[in-house]
């Protein structure tokens, strides 16, 4: 049984072969900033050489997944242009978890903002409280999707509704989000842990050689186009987040008022 993390935003427990990344945030949405992405890139590292670790659960509080990436890193990372290099650790996390090999499930309550929803096309099982709210508003803050998910979308949902949800950028819910396969099963928020944990810990009971083989087996050999997607989406992010159109989002967003895009 191990807690180790340099920071209370994230918590990393692992018990009976699970390991459990808490997102621990909820006073700020649990948005993540650059040291949340680097103890994630961290705690999966080490989780996927650890022969302690059989499964990975992704999960945040009862009323909030993500509310995707923190605003004021978004604007330091805007005029900054080397944080958002490919070392950088946002890069770095979903490098992890797209070629993570063992499985991983999510557990999901509340909003699920961009990376909150993108990372779920990486897991294996995802549950979600029936006030889940799932969106990828990437277009109305003046940049592209992230995480292969111009690649994923498409495939699970069809290109149409796909373009629904990345073109217009709004939210959807638990039972829209279950209809096209996003998600396995809609719960009481209240459960919606302790069914992903239940879940973690019967796989943690196969054998792990047979669960990795069989998830990359399913994966269909397209980890190599997933990861060469990650980076182009990645170069193509920050360009945009230096541009005028991500920079009147942002601000606008910091000064709650909406944007114009007239100019941009």
Request: with cysteine; glycine share 6%; aromatic share 6%.
């Amino acid at each position: 049984m191990s807690n180790t993390q340099d920071s209370q935003d994230i918590l990393v427990h692992t018990e009976e072969g699970v390991c459990t990344i808490t997102f621990n945030r909820a006073a700020k949405k649990n948005s993540f900033t650059e040291a949340m992405y680097r103890q994630m890139a961290d705690a999966l590292a080490a989780a996927k050489v650890d022969a302690g670790v059989r499964v990975v659960v992704f999960q945040g509080d009862i009323a909030i997944f993500s509310a995707g990436n923190d605003i004021a890193d978004f604007l330091k990372q805007a005029s900054t242009p080397d944080t958002m290099g490919a070392d950088a650790p946002v890069w770095r996390f979903l490098q992890e978890v797209s070629a993570f090999p063992k499985p991983l499930i999510a557990a999901v309550c509340g909003p699920a903002v961009g990376i909150g929803t993108t990372l779920l096309l990486h897991c294996d099982l995802v549950y979600a409280g029936d006030n889940a709210a799932f969106s990828l508003p990437f277009i109305n803050l003046g940049v592209c999707p992230e995480a292969a998910s111009s690649l994923l979308l498409p495939q699970m949902l069809g290109y149409h509704r796909a373009a629904e949800a990345l073109l217009l950028g709004e939210p959807f819910m638990a039972e829209a989000a279950l209809e096209v396969g996003l998600i396995n099963r809609v719960v009481p928020p209240s459960e919606c842990n302790a069914v992903a944990q239940a879940q973690a810990r019967k796989l943690a009971r196969k054998p792990l050689s047979s669960l990795i083989e069989t998830k990359r087996l399913m994966k269909g050999g397209q980890a190599k186009a997933v990861g060469e997607r990650i980076v182009e989406e990645g170069a193509v992010f920050a360009r945009m987040l230096r541009e005028p159109a991500a920079k009147e989002a942002l601000t606008a967003f910091m000064e709650k008022r909406h944007p114009d895009f007239s100019q941009c």
